[in-house]
């Protein structure tokens, strides 16, 4: 019984841990190929990093990992104990290290453009902190103090994120110029916009809400003629004070003029409200596909 434990959690863990893995390396390529050979320092414990560089000459992997250590000790007290400080460590350990062994063997930069360096240096470190947020933490650098400083005094985390990155890039900007700063505000722009594609996907999905007076018709001619699924409830108007039937459903992106041609076929008088949604589960998502499409 043990064994078939141990091997349940194993079969849990082990595609966390390639992602944490996958993603620390990608980390530590994107700061020894884009960042650190352009003095790109978009905040956190790695622009720290770069700047002490500056002055010291210390391995920017090993300033990272001490600089990381605190915050570790914060999170592990703050945050989840051992279940936050394993994961964390780990991808703390793989980046920092990563950072120095790879930087013998990678080239400085392949490319002198500061846009393209800042640019990149936003999507690729976006990618490898994504990964790492889908393998289940994150690497324990300033999100830990913003985080612990949220849970303590209700400010939003974002904006207690943006003023620790953001007093870093400042600071960088004295040391490296202010031109640097704006490319390293470009870089944390980008990072954050591609980590949350990671995490998320694309925008495939889409939940529909439709009030309609025809709600059998409606529901009927969807799920016959797209093999959609739907949920019902009724709703009152507070104009008209008359009840009303409520329909949801979720669709792919490139059906929803197909449900809104049908929906406006059956009841010209419904109102439609389509919302952008990233992930659907279960139900009845398309599950017939274009079923009596010459209706």
Known sequence: MKKLIAKLNLRKVLPDYCLLTIGSIILAINFDIFLAPFNIAPGGVSGMAIIIHKFTGWLQGLTMLVLTIPMLVLGFYYLGRFRFLIRAFYVTLIYSLGVDVLATFLPPGVTDDLLLNALYGGIVGGVGIGLIYRGGTSPAGTSVISRVLNLKTGIPNSQVYMLIDGGVILF????????????????????????????????????????????????????????????????????????????????????????????????????????????????????????????
């Open 172 to 295: 960088a900007g004295l040391i490296f110029g202010w031109e640097m700063a704006l490319y390293a505000f470009v870089t944390l722009f980008m990072w954050g916009l591609v980590a949350d594609y990671v995490m998320e996907g694309p925008s495939m999905v889409r939940t529909v809400f439709i009030v309609t007076d025809e709600p059998e018709s409606v529901s009927q001619a969807l799920l016959n003629r797209m093999g959609v699924g739907l949920t019902a409830w009724v709703g009152k108007g507070m104009f008209s004070k008359k009840e009303h039937m409520t329909l949801f459903c979720a669709v792919s992106r490139p059906d929803v003029r197909r449900l809104t041609s049908i929906v406006n076929e059956v009841d010209p008088r419904a109102f439609v409200v389509i919302v952008q949604g990233h992930q659907a589960r279960g139900g009845r998502l398309r599950q017939v596909t274009r079923i009596n499409n010459r209706k």
